[in-house]
């Protein structure tokens, strides 16, 4: 395993490689990542991970600020995954100042779920993951199905303008069903306990809905009664369908996507 510090390094050391297989993370690694690393690792002949919390995509300060990271702790468990080949930690000027990009908009249809909330969040993740992709030359990426949207806006921006496939993996969770987050990091163990309560009551709300008439008026409801409950911040329950992310009142080929603050941690998820 070779850790890649610069461009100039990145450049000559991929060159060579057309098998490309790529996983960009913002550090903070846990077992979610590790089952992007192996399938990667299964499906390419090289597997190229990449750690940068992109500044770009954060809408808010103070989350960029406390944002968890813990390179020693993350090399340690990279590490530890055999075949997994390079490591790319860039430098803000590497990804910012080395490669040329267009301002990137996204559509107004697009402004929904985390887009409406985090303004220019996924104008940033966008514009990152353009210039990741032009920098690595993948041929596949993977991306977990946590972050559902993040998935669905990277997968149609970049196989349009790039010959790479965007791979949507499953989502990893805990033995209590907590989806893995590296925000995760930031909870104490009763905040853990807590969440895993929450996150529980959220993922019982699939069997609820199944014979639901209206899934959507029944998810504002429950909305509020979950506030109350839990004393904590949704921003959005939404039953939506997973091709174009339309709202959906049918239960198949739909997820129900979540995002809600838990005091000031800003947690997403969706069954
Ligand atoms: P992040 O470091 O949070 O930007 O995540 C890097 C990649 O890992 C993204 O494609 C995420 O969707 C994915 N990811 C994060 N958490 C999980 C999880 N629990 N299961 C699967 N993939 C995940």
Redesign the pocket.
């Known amino acids: 395993m070779k850790i890649i510090l610069n461009n100039s390094i990145l450049r000559k050391t991929l060159g060579p490689f057309n098998d490309i297989g790529f996983v ?5 690694i846990h077992e ?2 590790v ?2 690393i192996n399938k990667s690792i299964k499906l390419n002949k090289k597997t190229v991970v990449s750690i940068f919390i992109n500044p770009k995509q954060f809408n808010d300060i103070t989350d960029f600020k406390s944002y968890p990271s813990n390179i020693k702790k993350d090399l340690k468990i990279l590490k530890k995954i055999r075949k997994l080949d390079f490591i790319y930690i860039p430098k803000f000027k590497d990804i910012y100042e080395d490669i040329e990009q267009s301002q990137i908009k996204i559509k107004k249809k697009d402004k929904i779920l985390c887009a409406k909330y985090r303004k220019g969040h996924f104008e940033g993740v966008l514009d990152v993951m353009s210039r990741l992709t032009a920098l690595i030359k993948p041929k596949k990426i993977f ?2 199905k ?2 559902f949207q ?2 669905f806006l990277v997968k149609n921006f970049i196989e349009k303008k790039f010959n790479t496939k965007v791979i949507g ?5 805990n033995k209590n069903k907590l ?4 925000r995760n990091f930031l909870l104490n163990k009763q905040e853990l306990k807590d969440v895993e309560k929450i996150s529980k009551t959220f993922l019982n709300l699939k069997n609820k809905i199944k014979n639901c008439r209206n899934i959507n008026s029944f998810l504002r409801k429950t909305k509020k009664d979950l506030e109350k409950f839990f004393n904590i911040k949704i921003e959005y329950l939404e039953n939506r369908n997973t091709k174009k992310l339309a709202i959906s009142n049918k239960y198949r080929g739909s997820k129900v996507f979540l995002s809600y603050y838990y005091k000031n941690i800003r947690l997403i998820d969706n069954f």
Not at 24 to 28: A, E, I, L
Not at 169 to 173: F, H, N, P, S, V
């Open positions: 960009p993370t913002m550090g903070g979610g990542h089952s992007l991306m977990g946590k972050d993040q998935f993996c499953k989502t990893i969770r989806a893995l987050s590296s």
